[in-house]
């Protein structure tokens, strides 16, 4: 602050000017914002600029008004009344008690009481307001500075209360334990015994400005970042800025109720969800409440939204592969469970359907998935909930749902909310994919936040945190070694570009985090490729560590010969005369692109697309024309489905591709062109 608005906030102190002065002002200046470059014109005159003054401004605070514009210093208003309103609010704060009480305190309760607020903050007078409030039952409440002293009968209530509930639930499940502290009897007596000592000091504050589901606290001096704390009207809310006399609060839930002087209190817990089997096969919101209509879900325990990502030492390798069941991913780009691998591309392109598809894939391979909509349309996540019940996926799945509808706090919390679920069942040594739709709009949300939180904006106006806000998401995803459990979380991320620019700032974030792209074009998807894959950008950095030994035999040299298709065609299509060598390559290459095309919600088996790929590579689709070779091959499956089962068994059960069963294949193969 400079020397002239250290004087000018020097005379608002002289002044004595009140909050509802300042706050008049303010309003003044935000509702008007003409008034401000007026009194800073130097074509405007003085007298001119004095009945401006007059007429709009509140009495007290005219002589400061006068004096800031003849100091040039009227663009630095606002911060000079944020300085002075933190100092009323700090002198507010300390010296100000409110009691409420049921029974009246007598003279010598009240002069305790005085004397015991005056040693905990060290001043020589405080002011104390009694409040009759017959809603706390009996006892009285204390509310001091940051801090409420609870010793009132509803509290104690509620405590005990709580306290039974714990241990009847305790004795009902090992009612063979007999022993004093099972016993129901003994524990009531001790609750009614400590009724009186059940309560204590909790640190509180009060709300100074309120807005666009943001809210500034103040008080609070030790709350955490990323605690959950508590209005007075129910609803809850995270702490995301630690100011130095401030708190900077994102809203969960409606903050109608609220107003400035609102009280908060704080819960001393992170921000969590309920978590129980019973979410499976359900839709939930960001904080885990039923939103599908089918009733309530029990949790059985809790886990917070935000958790650190398991250490190298307690993970080990990804070498079991995740099959999508789409033939193009699981033969060039296979993902491994525990892995973290990015679907890119721009909007329309199929990036969603990979998903469903890969979920639809789980059924019967012991996998829970979690589909994690952000951003999205309410109808589209019916949709797709719709989908996933047609091929009964749902039995396996849980939907958490954050709509476009939704405030930007519940799009920002989420992620990490379904990934609170996901490690439930990594937990119980469970393999979970969870599929994240989409995190440009997650991005987008905490930047809408961080720019309400009044953080500075950094390049394309994100907040410098926002590479840290998903490595700490996809850091989580792990395969977890037998002696932590031995489960996985394999993750999904989807990112949408524009105009298919991968080195845009989010793009490159997520691409910088994961193990690997699937990117998906739209020209190949306008072309009528599905699923519109771009063999050459796109990547698995796992590789064949996660795939099976049977379909690296036979998927072979599969992304070089596709390669060299699109180089070479690229080359010739000018030329009118080619070699017989080129013509076969260019045949060759038409021949995978069509066999890898795959209709939607229709993924393949892992020993149907061990049998297709091996009859490619060695020449069985050789001459029949494309548009026959889908028909072609779905009549071939159904021939081995019915003939060659003992194979389909071999490869399911094996994963590997003997020579002897090469060698029954291509029987097989043979005996169905004859």
Do not use: W
Request: overall charge negative; proline content about 4%.
């Amino acid at each position: 602050m400079r020397d002239t608005d250290r004087e000018l906030l020097k005379e608002l102190v002289r002044l004595d000017v009140s909050q509802t002065d300042c706050s008049e002002t303010r309003r003044v200046l935000e509702t008007c914002p003409d008034v401000a470059d007026t009194l800073a014109n130097p074509l405007v005159t003085h007298d001119e600029k004095r009945g401006i003054i007059s007429k709009l401004f509140p009495e007290s605070v005219q002589k400061f008004m006068i004096n800031t514009v003849r100091s040039g210093a009227v663009a630095n208003i606002g911060e000079i009344l944020d300085e002075y309103e933190d100092m009323l609010l700090d002198k507010q704060g300390s010296i100000k008690a409110v009691v409420r009480y049921v029974t009246p305190l007598t003279e010598s309760q009240q002069a305790d009481l005085r004397k015991f607020i005056m040693e905990k903050f060290v001043k020589e007078d405080v002011d104390i307001e009694y409040k009759h409030d017959p809603d706390i039952i009996g006892g009285f409440i204390l509310n001091a500075g940051d801090l409420e002293y609870d010793k009132s009968y509803r509290t104690s209530l509620r405590l005990m209360k709580d306290t039974l509930q714990t241990k009847a639930a305790e004795y009902v499940d090992a009612p063979a334990a007999k022993s004093k502290n099972s016993d129901i009897i003994s524990v009531l007596k001790t609750e009614v015994r400590d009724f009186d000592v059940k309560s204590g000091a909790t640190e509180t504050g009060f709300v100074t400005r309120l807005g666009d589901g943001i809210a500034r606290v103040y008080g609070m001096n030790s709350v955490m970042y990323g605690e959950l704390v508590e209005f007075e009207t129910g609803i809850r809310g995270i702490v995301q800025n630690l100011e130095e006399k401030s708190i900077g609060v994102v809203l969960l839930g409606d903050d109608h109720g609220l107003t400035e002087g609102s009280s908060v209190i704080r819960t001393g817990k992170r921000a969590g969800i309920g978590v129980s089997d019973e979410l499976l096969g359900r839709v939930v919101d960001a904080l885990g409440s039923p939103i599908d209509g089918l009733g309530a879900i029990k949790a059985e325990d809790y886990f917070p939204i935000e958790r650190e990502a398991p250490g190298v030492i307690e993970r080990k390798p990804v070498n079991t592969p995740l099959q999508t069941g789409i033939l193009a991913i699981d033969s060039m780009f296979p993902i491994g469970r525990g892995q973290r691998e990015l679907i890119i591309g721009d909007r329309q392109t199929g990036k969603t359907s990979i998903a469903v598809d890969t979920i639809i894939n789980q059924k019967g391979q012991d996998v829970i998935c979690i589909y994690v909509a952000i951003g999205q349309k309410s109808s589209t996540v019916a949709q797709i909930v719709n989908t996933l019940k047609k091929y009964g996926a749902m039995d396996y799945s849980v939907v958490v749902c954050a709509s476009a509808s939704d405030p930007a706090p519940f799009q920002y919390i989420s992620p990490y909310s379904g990934t609170a679920i996901a490690e439930y069942f990594m937990s119980k040594g469970k393999d979970v994919l969870i599929v994240y739709d989409d995190l440009s709009k997650h991005a987008v949300a905490y930047r809408a936040m961080s720019l309400l939180l009044h953080r500075p904006p950094g390049r394309e106006a994100y907040p410098g945190d926002v590479f840290y806000l998903h490595s700490r998401l996809l850091e989580r995803s792990s395969r977890l070694d037998d002696e932590h459990g031995g489960g996985s979380l394999t993750a999904l991320p989807i990112i949408e570009t524009l105009a298919g620019d991968i080195s845009a700032y989010i793009p490159t974030n997520v691409i910088s985090i994961t193990d690997g792209q699937i990117f998906l074009e739209s020209e190949l998807f306008n072309s009528g490729l599905r699923p519109a894959v771009n063999y050459g950008l796109s990547v698995s950095r796992v590789g064949g560590a996660a795939q099976t030994k049977a379909m690296k035999k036979a998927s072979g040299n599969l992304r070089i010969d596709l390669a060299q298709f699109k180089e070479m065609e690229i080359f010739t299509q000018f030329s009118s005369e080619l070699d017989q060598s080129t013509t076969e390559l260019l045949d060759h290459g038409r021949m995978l692109t069509e066999l890898l095309k795959q209709p939607l919600y229709n993924p393949l088996p892992h020993s149907e697309q061990v049998i297709l790929l091996y009859a490619a590579q060695h020449g069985f689709f050789k001459g029949i024309p494309l548009k026959e070779l889908r028909e072609y091959r779905t009549d071939l499956m159904t021939y081995i489905r019915s003939y060659g089962q003992d194979i389909i068994s071999e490869i399911d059960e094996n994963k590997v591709l003997t020579d002897d069963l090469a060698d029954r294949i291509e029987k097989i193969l043979t005996a169905f062109e004859e």
